[in-house]
């Protein structure tokens, strides 16, 4: 197949990409343009329009090639070649144009959009930097502090916007080839306009600075978004051709830092997570019914409806009914208000594709349901026996729970093969993750099906066995008994939170927690109570907090002390003399702890019960549980979760830990028979991604 050709048609001419499905800047694609060039140069056209057909322009790199060694032809070097002909070319963009495809587009002498395109220079996602002009092109077409926005965010711009800032010349209805035929008539007679023979930008000291320190605010100890920066500033005081070569030099530096294998890493773990058993077709879900207009429900709903689905919600009384159905509404009218929805559509599914009903019988004919009520074993099998009753044969009866046996659920119908776990993360409607819990007798398109779901809903899907907690909440209730440990045994809540933040991690423990609310962990510790081993350590001053009704944001005071002159939260000067108390009580004599050794501890415990949860079989592999706690648990991205944290930082360093750890505490501290024999004999987790032990 020919990806790229070149059409003459008289007095315009067409370089036409066909690499589907994204028209990827393959070797083969960057060859075709080189040539394509070439063959307008020799025709008698006197203006090209490039364009791509399919879905969209050129959206990045091929990811068939990341971590192979570079083909000639090199990006910088076909980008020169379009844009040091002597005839002009104009890029027609459709879709997503992004990184190499912005870059391509950057050299053409001109750039016109189709409404609806979106374009920017996302390299800084995956620990990289544009390296093909980005960096020298675009700040001499719209200046230095607009371009270090656009390259160290990474952001999607609309086409307006593009327009607005200088990035694009127009934007119009139609086709690209359409669009761009039209913009090439008005160059017939001009000639080629070059971005990179444009004045460069000044800034002054003041704001370059300024732009610096709000750089590296953001990137929060990420290196990539610095060193777009100063690559971009550094090869502005340059000679174009020098500044290339220092923009290129700064890539591949880039290229080798162990930033950009973890994000590479969390690139494909993320596309590795959630697939469609083989040969098996999902059932229908056009029709989803919701049980409980709760925060959790409600959540569920928008982004069902958002997906386009039908979606009928039950309520325990027409007050709570109507409640839920404002809540909901308010969340649309805040995506229309941000643009991600039209008013038309948000009044359309609002009015003909909702409605919310009181009784269970209004799901008599919905192909899918999810049930969001209380975290109680009996209320939830209470819930099924009744979609036992009502829904029709070969519904699916799916449940949110957080940390309960999906099978009890299960054996409570009459038909165990339709149920399914889906644990959405609250808020549903914006978190990207959905854990499918499997059941032991979840039928395989069921499974399907929750995959179809999860994609029309833009989740990353990621399948897990039936366990305490499942994935995430599991490995969360090994990390946070460790910080928990710590407390106990000398730190406090803010030393913790601060070693953790330091990590990375966008909040710790104890913040976290006073935002989902203590109750939530208090509940948690008085349903296992009965069974708790004598040798687990009980966090009693969270218990205390938790009893004096201290919940956390939602009550105003929790670790942290929250009102009007402190929003996101500040030390609470009663709490550490009360985690004092307990520790007397408890006969334990604090000691002191540093940040490091805090950190060592979180991670070493969430490593060692990932490994466990591998071990069992609850995971499929390491890759899917990177997936969980980078999209549900805020692990930093730029680190690529905890199993690629883990082979970088060294299996081995971490089982000595563990060791020394247990020697004070042996029950708290087993260590995981995989952890062990991977450490032992110079293996790695990411050995593992191929299913073989």
């Not at 039936?466 to 946070?480: P, T």
Request: aromatic fraction near 6%.
């Amino acid at each position: 197949m020919t990806v790229v050709t070149y059409e003459p048609a008289g007095e315009i001419g067409y370089i036409i990409v066909n690499n589907p499905p994204v028209n990827a800047l393959s070797a083969a694609v960057r060859k075709g343009l080189a040539d394509a060039v070439a063959a307008f140069t020799a025709d008698a056209a006197q203006v090209a329009v490039l364009y791509c057909e399919g879905r969209t322009f050129i959206a990045g790199a091929d990811i068939s090639e990341f971590g192979k060694p570079p083909v000639e032809p090199f990006l910088p070097d076909v980008i020169d070649a379009i844009e040091s002909s002597a005839k002009p070319i104009v890029a027609a963009l459709h879709g997503t144009v992004l990184g190499g495809g912005l870059e391509v587009a950057l050299g053409a002498h001109a750039r016109v959009a189709v409404a609806g395109t979106k374009v920017g220079l996302p390299e800084v996602t995956l620990g990289l930097m544009p390296g093909a002009g980005g960096t020298q092109r675009l700040p001499r077409a719209i200046g230095v502090e607009k371009a270090a926005e656009v390259i160290t965010s990474g952001r999607q711009l609309g086409a307006d916007e593009a327009v607005a800032m200088g990035i694009l010349d127009a934007v119009a209805d139609g086709d690209a080839r359409g669009v761009g035929t039209a913009e090439a008539r008005q160059w017939l007679t001009r000639a080629p306009r070059r971005l990179s023979e444009l004045p460069v930008p000044t800034i002054d000291t003041a704001a370059l600075d300024a732009l610096r320190a709000k750089v590296r605010n953001a990137a929060r100890g990420q290196v990539a978004q610095p060193r777009a920066l100063e690559a971009m500033i550094e090869g502005l005081t340059m000679p174009f051709a020098e500044g290339m070569k220092h923009e290129r030099k700064a890539f591949m530096d880039l290229m080798r830092t162990p930033e950009r294998a973890a994000l590479i890493h969390a690139f494909f773990a993320e596309r590795a997570s959630g697939t469609v058993p083989a040969g098996v077709t999902p059932r229908k879900f056009d029709r989803v019914g919701i049980i409980g207009g709760g925060t959790m429900g409600q959540g569920i709903a928008a982004s069902a409806l958002n997906a386009g689905l039908d979606v009928t919600l039950i309520e325990r009384d027409q007050a709570a009914a109507d409640k839920a159905a404002a809540a909901i509404g308010k969340m649309q009218d805040g995506a229309v208000k941000r643009g991600k929805l039209a008013q038309a559509d948000r009044d359309a599914m609002m009015t003909h594709r909702f409605r919310t009903a009181t009784d269970y019988a209004a799901l008599s004919d919905v192909d899918l349901v999810i049930e969001a009520v209380f975290e109680n074993m009996e209320v939830k099998q209470d819930v099924f026996r009744e979609l036992d009753r009502v829904c029709r044969p070969g519904a699916v009866l799916a449940t949110n729970t957080s940390y309960l046996d999906v099978n009890q659920i299960a054996q409570a119908t009459s038909r165990p093969a339709d149920v399914i776990g889906l644990h959405f993360f609250s808020p549903a409607n914006v978190m990207r993750l959905l854990e499918i819990i499997i059941a032991d007798a979840t039928a395989q398109d069921v499974l399907a099906t929750a995959f179809a779901l999860a994609k029309k809903m833009g989740k990353i899907a990621v399948p897990s066995g039936v366990c305490e907690g499942f994935i995430g909440n599991r490995i969360l209730s090994a990390y946070r008994t460790a910080a928990d440990y710590a407390i106990l045994d000398g730190a406090s809540p803010y030393q913790v939170d601060r070693a953790v933040t330091g990590f990375g991690f966008p909040m710790g423990p104890y913040q976290v927690g006073d935002l989902a609310g203590l109750d939530i962990g208090y509940a948690t510790r008085q349903r296992k109570a009965a069974t708790r081993d004598p040798r687990e350590r009980v966090p009693v001053f969270a218990d205390r907090l938790a009893e004096a009704g201290r919940l956390g944001r939602k009550t105003g005071r929790g670790d942290y002390i929250y009102d009007d002159q402190s929003p996101k939260g500040r030390p609470d000067p009663e709490l550490e003399p009360m985690v004092a108390e307990v520790r007397a009580e408890l006969g334990v004599t604090p000691r002191e702890f540093t940040d490091d050794e805090i950190r060592d501890r979180y991670m070493a415990a969430m490593v060692n019960e990932s490994a466990r949860i591998l071990d069992e079989q609850i995971a499929a592999k390491p890759s899917d549980i990177d997936a969980v706690l980078l999209h549900g648990y805020g692990f930093p991205r730029h680190k690529g979760g905890p199993m690629h944290w883990a082979d970088a930082y060294g299996l081995d360093r971490i089982v000595a830990n563990i060791r020394e750890y247990a020697k004070a505490d042996a029950y708290a501290w087993q260590l995981s028979p995989l952890l062990e024999r991977l450490a032992d004999t110079g293996g790695k987790f990411a050995d593992l991604n191929g299913g073989k032990k």
